[in-house]
């Protein structure tokens, strides 16, 4: 698995252009949540509390179905969530086999959810590598050195204080 994802992250030099994600509201029947745009959040809330974010909740799953989450620190770069931490965690054992994966923030009242599949960046040539060493130095006043994982979102929630603001972001 991981050679798969590290021959497809190989084959991006680059990454893609950060778009802003289209928005909608996400479907929660009887939470009070408006049917309306009016009072969804614009992608710049989120994106402002990813970079800042000091630690990202990590939500895997074994491969027998059992869930697994744990903080971890990570730095926001090009759209992306980059991770890492030792590959013998439960964590990483869970994303070797199944990269699908939520990531969140700490604030239950000020929420930003990511979802979809990691890549695992292992070659220190990756363009990303300065970026992220760059970004975790600034953040952490230590650089992180490959490997590391890298969430670029399919799909985004996020909500202030109460679900009226509640907003779904697609990324693709």
């Known amino acids: 698995m ?52 000091r630690h990202y909740w990590i939500a895997t799953t074994s491969l027998d179905g059992r869930p697994h989450s744990v903080p971890v620190w990570g730095v926001w770069v090009e759209g992306a969530v980059c991770f890492g931490g030792g590959p013998e965690t439960r964590w990483a054992r869970n994303l070797k086999a199944n990269p699908r994966v939520a990531v969140h923030l700490e604030a239950g009242d000020d929420v930003v959810i990511l979802e979809g599949e990691v890549d695992r960046v292992e070659s220190p040539d990756d363009p990303l590598v300065a970026k992220v060493q760059d970004a975790y130095q600034k953040k952490y006043k230590m650089p992180h050195p490959p490997p590391f994982w890298v969430l670029r979102p399919a799909k985004a929630f996020a909500w202030y204080k109460d679900l009226r603001s509640a907003t779904r972001f697609e990324f693709r």
Do not use: C
Not at 4 to 24: D, F, H, L, N
Not at 28 to 44: D, N, R
């Open 2 to 53: 991981i050679a798969r994802m590290a021959k497809r992250r190989s084959k991006e030099t680059e990454a893609p252009p950060v778009k802003e994600p289209r928005a909608s509201r996400p479907h929660v029947p009887g939470y009070g949540i408006p049917a309306s745009a009016k009072g969804m959040l614009p992608w710049s809330h989120a994106d402002e509390r990813l970079a800042r974010s």
